[in-house]
């Protein structure tokens, strides 16, 4: 996957690994650097994306977003 930081500077290829829960809604993970994880819960049915990510000094983040269809 391409990962691109929502500030456009930062710009990472990364292996994803993805697991269905069911209806449209998977968990992906990744890695960008040691130490640093992204957990992400993308319903895809309701166009909505649940991200965790945990950073190398222990503190996490927690975000709620939608998701949109390029086309």
């Known amino acids: 996957m391409v990962f691109t930081s929502p500030d456009g500077k930062n710009v990472a290829t990364v292996e994803i690994s993805v697991t269905p829960i069911g209806n449209g809604v998977y968990m992906i993970y990744w890695s ?21 990510i945990f950073l190398p000094d222990g503190k996490a983040t927690r975000a709620r977003g939608t998701l949109v269809e390029l086309k």
């Open 32 to 52: 960008r650097r040691p130490g640093q994880y992204v957990v992400h819960v993308d319903d895809f049915r309701n166009g909505v994306a649940y991200t965790n």
